[in-house]
Structure formats: C-alpha cells, structure tokens
C-alpha cells in the first residue's frame, strides 16, 4: 500500500473509531465507550479529581446515571494527525442534554485526545478537555463561551 493511501486508511480508521465512541458516549453506555481505550488510557476531565489513570467503568456509568435520555453533541474545528502508530485529535465539543434534577446542559469545551495503535486497533490513551477560566482573578470557569 502506497504512503499516502495507507495514511488516508489509518485517519479513516481512526474517525470511525471516535465516531463509534461518540455514539456509545452519547446512548450512556460506559462498557462500550471504554472498549475504544487503552487499559492505561490517562484522562484530564472537567469534573474531579484532576486526573484519572485506566478505565472506571462504575465512575463513567455514575455520571451517565445523572442524565435524563441522551447525551447530545457536536464538534467542531476537529484536527487530526496520524504518523506511524500514534495519533493526535483536537477539537471543540458542544454538549447537551437534561440532567437528572432538570437542569439543560449546553455547554462547549475544548477536547484533545492522543490515541495509540495496539493489536490493529486504535485506542484512546489520553484525553484532556478544558474550559478557560476568567482571567480576573475570580477563578470562575466560563462555561457560556461558544464558538
């Protein structure tokens, strides 16, 4: 296979791969969204604790016991790079749905994911997402900011 078709085959198979993941996120089902990551994926969330190491299904399956129905979303300026057998994806992510307590999530964040090819299978093997902070020493995240 020539440089550039296997390069095309390899980002082809990697957005199908956060394409299947999205949707698994988005129907809240943890066993299926964690099949999409390494065994020591390291995750950067915007909830606590500041970092997460491996896969928790029972903490992933808590936070989607809080939504009402599906988690939506969209992403946009999503960039991509493949070389060898690691990979780099950044874009922004809008997410929406209701909570548990009625409350309307609409929120965007920035998201960047580094993903690793093991066994022919490209995995997530870390994650950060983020929002900006106000820069006026109040430390409030401002979660109203889009695109």
Not at 10 to 36: D, F, Q
Not at 64 to 90: C, H, M, N, Q, Y
Not at 115 to 121: A, E, I, N, S, T
């Amino acid at each position: 296979m020539k440089d550039e078709t296997k390069a095309r085959h390899e980002e082809e198979a990697v957005i199908a791969m956060l394409m299947m993941r999205a949707k698994a996120l988005g129907e809240k089902n943890a066993e299926e969204a964690l099949s999409y990551e390494a065994e020591d994926a390291i995750e950067f969330s915007l909830a606590p604790p500041l970092v997460y190491y491996g896969k928790d299904q029972a903490g992933l399956q808590a936070w989607f016991d809080t939504w009402e129905g599906p988690i939506g979303g969209e992403v946009r300026d999503a960039k991509l790079t493949v070389g060898g057998d690691v990979a780099f994806w950044s874009g922004l992510m809008h997410m929406t749905g209701t909570k548990t307590d009625g409350a309307e999530v609409d929120l965007w964040f920035r998201q960047t994911l580094g993903l690793v090819k093991q066994d022919g299978r490209w995995l997530v093997a870390h994650q950060h997402a983020s929002v900006p902070f106000a820069m006026d020493g109040s430390g409030r995240a401002l979660l109203d900011l889009k695109p």
